[in-house]
């Protein structure tokens, strides 16, 4: 499965239209912008947590697994990577 990542730019979800995320991933010459429709059955976690599409944020790093359609994107999973600023050696910490 191929599989995408990148910054959460916006989350879709009107009643008229499918649920959609638009993704910014950082590449050499700038930043590329992915829109994939959220599939009905995709699994959205953030570490072994569900959540729902309208807890994914602006700003979330996301890296989502997708099904590549004549035309679009679907995601099939979603996973809400936490960074932590953990101290490397433990100094600090108390």
Do not use: Y
Not at 18 to 33: A, C, D, E, K, Q
Not at 38 to 61: N, Q, T, Y
């Amino acid at each position: 499965m191929p599989v995408i990542w990148g910054h959460v730019e916006s989350v879709v979800n009107q009643p008229k239209s499918p649920p959609s995320l638009v993704l910014n991933t950082r590449i050499p010459f700038g930043t590329r912008r992915t829109e994939c429709i959220v599939g009905v059955g995709a699994r959205i976690l953030k570490g072994f947590e569900r959540l729902s599409l309208d807890e994914i944020r602006p700003g979330d790093f996301v890296v989502a697994t997708i099904a590549e359609h004549s035309g679009w994107l679907e995601t099939e999973r979603i996973e809400v990577i936490v960074f932590r600023n953990d101290s490397v050696m433990g100094v600090g910490e108390g």
